[in-house]
């Protein structure tokens, strides 16, 4: 009797939002088609509701020509005539519409009567009349549904908020096909023709990187590939040439990751690239644009099926070590469920300085086996000894704090930091301008997030036991109630809670503002970076998203979690995760990559749509670099059998800026750890300086402080890991390109040419 009332309980929980679900798409279909007549018959007969302001909406914000409108909610609304009237008026303005969406934000109360209550998401992408470009609505409605007539429709609805963001013209263009780099990322053979027992592994890879290889003050850019990476050399007239094949560096298929790093101290920057099922390569810079292999001397091990790669001093010899990121076997294994534990282990090696590597992974007990999608270095307790964040997939992120003489500690749980979910990426950053660096993943924020909740929680659990799956899995299950109590619930609904930012307090301890601050929009996120692309003081936030994109108007996502639930013996098999069993349909698919703009107040805006940077394309990796040498943070994007793409940065405003590279000599070379303060404007912005952060990526390492409208910056501040030396400079004039040499009191300009600002 319990296991019936539990399994009953589990579906009509799961039957009522799937009602809302269904309505939603219904809803979404004559808005975009502005049937009015159908928008009529989705209200009951007793509609009684408020002006939902989707008409005189108030201008409240115009920054960079980006304008936003707040809607404000009004009177109450009588009868579904009043109500689909109030949508007419809305959609008579639009001179088009591309996009109309509406979902289940929250279920409030699923067992209301005569239907159930709760938050929906609202979001339409169309041309007002008289605008010269799209923008977009969202809105967050509280509504209640009666389901007595066998079909849910609206009894009431209530704005919450909603705003409108637009502008005349595009912040960001895609220039990747007139730069060069236009070309169509393609799947690794060995995915295609070989069998995968975690098949839709094809759809992971690759990320991409911005690097500066020829030492010529202008950023080149990697492009991993299934087939063949190439590497493109900036020709600083806006074009990229390809010179993988005078490099020596073809023939590199099945790649995710390549990442550049001076680990001689020569000078020039070196390069490891992973290979997915055949052994990871290292390539010393020959410092005249040409490389040598020399793994087998380096003794970098074979590591299949690396994901990501990070550089940094871990023991502050001087040296820069490498951290490899690495996922599961897919011929053989997949993950064992939402909590996978079965990942191949991470390595470390060491830098002897010689030219070879040891590897000191155990030694140091940072052997992560979770599915690894993302690392990165940085002194979270500014003790001047990186700390490294691992970051995974189906699981849960890992922090280790450095104990300072080669060995690291787990401190995920103390510290707050478990940030559960499908983590793809890394990064730590100053978002809040508090000088400590704080940390950010990305992940799967699920339009079906409503599921994750007691009666499908129950489900599952049930059938973990009725289906003899158990003995797999309790083991996994008794780590999170090691970890997080009896909060499974709350776990689930973490996991599907998209990305964590999580705010150091100073104390060795985080808090997750994800929500408070905004920060994790709904889709399937992979590299994500921070940079100020508006040059304002505050740290804004890029990231990319996606996963299958098959047919339009299509998604399986619902379907596969209700399997996961429902049958978790043959979710054991692999199936649900074979390409074949979803065929053409999307999962996760025709998402827009999207752009957080900072606020100020620790909270951000998504403006993808009004900065043109929302592209709808199945993305990946993303590097940031100012590629043109103008001031100004442009972006590289990697697709997945899609077209990579270059985001040139033309914000109209002529803030200021300063952009900063360093130079070690008793520090590594490439100042990986080293960082820098800058205070302006009565701001004071925090960089510390990383390799191999985001997804499969690699950014600028020459750092850039937005100014504002400071003429000036009042203090630059150095501090630097090996030597623990601290640089400071004062009264330094804007809009320059400086170099800063590790014991040398002096700055010295960089003159690039640039002549657009």
Not at 633 to 653: E, R
Not at 682 to 701: P, V
Request: hydrophobic fraction near 35%; charge should be negative.
């Amino acid at each position: 009797m319990g296991i019936r009332t539990v399994d009953q309980r589990g579906w009509r929980f799961f039957d009522t939002g799937k009602g809302i679900v269904d309505m939603g798409l219904s809803f979404s279909k004559a808005v975009k088609a502005r049937d009015a007549a159908a928008l009529a018959g989705l209200f009951t007969p007793g509609y009684k509701g408020n002006v939902l302001g989707l008409n005189g909406m108030e201008q409240v914000e115009d920054k960079d020509g980006i304008r936003r409108y707040k809607m404000k909610g009004g009177a109450a609304v009588t009868g579904p005539e009043a109500a689909a009237a109030e949508w007419k008026a809305y959609l008579d303005g639009f001179e088009s519409i591309e996009e109309v969406s509406l979902f289940v934000h929250r279920l409030k109360d699923w067992q209301a009567s005569p239907g159930p209550d709760a938050v929906v998401r609202f979001e339409l992408i169309g041309t007002p009349k008289g605008a010269k470009q799209a923008g977009i609505d969202r809105a967050l409605f509280d509504a209640k549904f009666d389901a007595s007539g066998g079909s849910l429709k609206f009894r009431e609805a209530a704005l919450q908020e909603g705003s409108r963001y637009i502008s005349e013209t595009p912040q960001f263009v895609n220039v990747a096909d007139e730069a060069g780099i236009g070309i169509v990322n393609r799947y690794y053979p060995a995915f295609l023709n070989t069998p995968q027992k975690f098949g839709m592994i094809r759809y992971g890879p690759g990320g991409i990187t911005a690097t500066d290889y020829d030492n010529d003050g202008f950023y080149d850019i990697f492009i991993p590939d299934g087939v063949e990476s190439k590497l493109f050399r900036n020709t600083k007239d806006g074009k990229f040439e390809d010179v993988t094949a005078k490099a020596g560096l073809t023939g590199l298929d099945g790649v995710s990751v390549g990442v550049f790093a001076d680990y001689d101290n020569d000078g020039f920057k070196d390069f490891f690239v992973s290979r997915t099922y055949k052994p990871n390569q290292l390539f010393h810079n020959n410092g005249d644009g040409t490389f040598t292999d020399v793994t087998k001397k380096a003794g970098i091990g074979e590591d299949c099926c690396t994901t990501v790669a990070s550089w940094a001093d871990y023991d502050n010899d001087g040296r820069l070590d490498l951290y490899v990121g690495r996922y599961l076997d897919p011929r053989d294994r997949i993950p064992t469920t939402f909590y996978a534990r079965n990942g191949e282990p991470n390595q470390l090696y060491h830098n002897n300085g010689d030219g070879t590597f040891t590897n000191v992974t155990e030694k140091a007990g940072v052997g992560e086996i979770g599915l690894c999608l993302g690392n990165v270095w940085g002194d979270i307790d500014d003790d001047g000894f990186p700390d490294l964040f691992v970051v995974n997939d189906f699981g849960r992120s890992t922090l280790y704090h450095n104990n300072k003489n080669g060995t690291f500690t787990d401190i995920t749980v103390k510290a707050g930091a478990l940030a559960y979910g499908a983590g793809m990426n890394a990064s730590m950053a100053d978002y809040d301008n508090d000088g400590r660096l704080d940390l950010y993943t990305t992940a799967i924020r699920s339009e079906h997030a409503w599921f994750a909740e007691f009666p499908t929680v129950m489900r599952y659990m049930q059938n973990v036991w009725l289906q003899n799956v158990w003995k797999s899995d309790m083991p996994l299950y008794w780590q999170i109630f090691q970890q997080s109590g009896f909060g499974f619930v709350e776990v689930f609904q973490m996991m599907a809670d998209g990305n964590a930012l999580l705010r150091n307090r100073g104390d060795l301890t985080f808090e997750d503002m994800r929500w408070k601050a905004n920060a994790n929009p709904p889709g399937w996120f992979w590299g994500a970076y921070f940079g100020d692309y508006d040059n304002d003081g505050w740290l804004d936030i890029y990231a990319v998203n996606g996963w299958a994109y098959n047919n339009k108007d299509t998604e399986i996502e619902l379907e596969f979690l209700n399997n996961v639930v429902s049958h978790q013996d043959t979710y054991k098999t692999g199936l649900y995760f074979d390409p074949k069993f979803f065929g053409t349909r999307s999962w996760h698919g025709w998402e827009r990559n999207r752009h957080l703009r900072a606020q100020g107040d620790g909270t951000f805006v998504e403006l993808g749509r009004a900065s043109g940077s929302d592209l709808l394309t199945n993305s990946r990796g993303v590097a940031a670099a100012d590629f043109w040498n103008r001031g100004r943070l442009d972006l590289a994007i990697s697709g997945s059998t899609d077209k990579h793409a270059l985001l040139k940065n033309n914000n109209p405003d002529k803030r200021k800026f300063l952009e900063v590279e360093l130079i070690g000599t008793k520090s590594n070379r490439d100042a990986v750890g080293a960082r820098i303060v800058v205070k302006a404007g009565g701001k004071m912005m925090t960089r510390e300086i990383a390799i191999g952060d985001g997804y499969g990526s690699q950014n600028t390492l020459r750092q850039h402080f937005g100014l504002g409208d400071a003429a000036q910056v009042d203090e630059l501040i150095v501090k630097w890991p090996r030597s623990g030396m601290t640089q400071k400079f004062t009264n330094v004039a804007a809009n320059r390109f400086l170099s800063v040499t590790e014991g040398t009191d002096v700055l010295v300009e960089k003159k690039y040419g640039a002549k657009d600002r």
